[in-house]
């Protein structure tokens, strides 16, 4: 009891809140390395969410137009149906329109020329000529080899279990391999990256694609990419399609396919889902430690606070103790759980190659809820503080 007296007597020094949790070192210990792993696990969740949304519309990123045409059934790049290239045409006729350009895109088996195993390998196809995408490595050159037959541009950020396929290619070896069931030529490399969907990409031109997919249907098309001229207001351009053109196709602003694709992965899937569940789940374990430390140290000195009030420390004066805890308990917590958070997310980059990385806004909204779990945890433990009484002490 002696010490919550001194402590009480130097509390304009030394916070009697700090001194309060210092007192029982290891239990203090236990408790930062529960927020710490509660902070933790918030900071994957997040970081596997916003990595699964960023790496979702890489390709929506790369393609350069203000509007896209896709089949009213397509839902994401990895459930997209076709729709007659017709409309695309159709599309040209429209006052302001400069191009149009249509894409295909489809998932075929990929060997890998190393250990001869096969894996599924998101294709592209495009008109190589083109100003279509605008990718790291993508240069003219490049799209210019894509013309030749069954030749095809490797995305050097795929996964390795597609083979070394970078790796022969720069060393001046030419790379040779089957997709679909078809002798292809890895002709070039750029740079994408994979995704949730699609492990590896290649890209190849629009008549390599077909030869890839000879059960695809001519006329049929993925995505229609419609650019238009400079200063042409794509917006009112959408409405316009959208009320002439027939309900066989979806036409949508850049912002909208973009927001579809990530729609879907967020609420379309379980993945998404699941990311906001774990990030649910840390929460309340965070506060579930916070208000065990918290009601622990309270009961163990109940007597004590009970003297503090007759001694005239008010009821505020008190729970703004227990609350000041909770915040030191918060940052205390936080600051290793951030420096572990951003080792995990390099490490995770580099075994997955997802855009996963520490972000000033990630780093704030956990700190936020860290901060929330741990005044939540306060102000269900400061009930029992309540029930101090002077009489207790007798």
């Known amino acids: 009891m002696s010490g919550l007296f001194s402590v009480a007597f130097i509390g304009r020094r030394i916070p009697l809140a700090w001194l309060q949790l210092t007192r029982e070192k290891i239990r203090l210990l236990v408790a930062l390395a529960g927020i710490a792993f509660a902070c933790i696990l918030m900071f994957m969740q997040l970081g596997f969410q916003d990595s699964l949304l960023e790496s979702a519309i890489r390709f929506h990123v790369a393609l350069k137009g203000e509007i896209f045409l896709v ?30 350009s249509p894409v295909y895109v489809g998932f075929a088996l990929w060997k890998n020329p190393q250990t001869r195993r096969t894996r599924s390998i998101f294709v592209v196809g495009v008109d190589p000529s083109a100003d279509l995408l605008e990718l790291p490595e993508l240069t ?73 997919f000879p059960q695809r249907e001519r006329g049929l098309v993925d995505i229609g990419v419609v650019q238009l001229q400079p200063g042409v207001d794509p917006q009112l351009l959408v409405q316009q399609m959208r009320a002439l053109l027939p309900e066989d196709v979806r036409v949508l602003s850049r ?10 992965w967020e609420e379309g899937t379980a ?20 208000y065990q430390i918290l009601y622990t140290d309270v009961s163990d000195h109940l007597a004590e ?51 996963i990385a520490m972000t000033f806004s990630r780093a704030v909204l956990v700190l936020l809820l860290t901060v929330s779990m741990c005044f939540i945890s306060g102000a269900i433990a400061v009930r029992r503080l309540r029930a101090a009484d002077p009489a207790d002490i007798f």
């Open 71 to 100: 089949s009213p059934q397509s839902n994401a790049l990895i459930a997209m149906n076709t729709f007659s290239q017709r409309r695309l045409y159709q599309a040209l006729g429209f006052e302001g329109v400069r191009a149009i």
């Open 140 to 212: 003219p050159d490049k799209l210019e080899e894509i013309k030749k037959a069954d030749v095809v541009l490797f995305d050097r950020r795929s996964r390795s279990e597609f083979g070394p396929i970078p790796e022969w290619f720069e060393s001046g070896r030419e790379v040779f391999t089957e997709v679909g069931n078809r002798r292809v030529q890895v002709g070039g490399l750029f740079e994408m990256g994979a995704t949730f969907g699609a492990d590896g990409t290649i890209l190849t031109s629009d008549l390599n694609f077909l030869r890839i």
């Open 255 to 264: 912002a909208e396919f973009i927001d579809m694709e990530q729609s879907y």
């Open 271 to 290: 993945i998404g889902f699941i990311f906001g569940l774990g990030v649910a789940m840390g929460f309340i374990v965070g506060i579930v430690i916070v």
């Open 305 to 355: 606070y009970a003297t503090l009030k007759a001694m005239g420390y008010t009821d505020t004066y008190l729970l703004g103790v227990v609350f000041q805890e909770a915040i030191l308990l918060a940052g205390l917590g936080y600051i290793p759980a951030f420096a572990l958070a951003v080792l995990l997310y390099d490490l995770t980059a580099n075994a997955t190659l997802l855009p």
